[in-house]
């Protein structure tokens, strides 16, 4: 009698699913666009951040070049007691 119950509720509950839902399944069309020009804006709010980045990035590395660059020559000037020096 429980069991009969059971497969009663879970038939019921499946319907009132199958009715909300239909058929159906998968995104619309207009849902997948929608999901695409969000992605589009986020990516297009995006780029200027990661440019700076980058362009910091360089500046960073042409920096620290530079600077074991005068290092080194600094350092063989010393030892070798001949003036160097650095061109750019």
């Known amino acids: 009698m429980f069991e009969v119950i059971r497969t009663l509720r879970n038939n019921t509950d499946s319907r009132a699913r199958r009715g909300l839902l239909g058929d159906s399944r998968g995104f619309t069309l207009i849902e997948a666009l929608i999901v695409l020009v969000i992605g ?20 960073s590395g042409a920096i620290s070049s530079i600077t074991w660059s005068i290092h080194s ?4 000037a010393l030892m070798q007691g001949y003036p160097y020096q650095v061109v750019f």
């Open 40 to 59: 589009t804006i986020l990516t297009v709010i995006a780029i200027p951040s990661v440019t700076a980045v980058v362009r910091n990035y360089r500046i």
């Open 73 to 76: 020559t600094r350092y063989q």
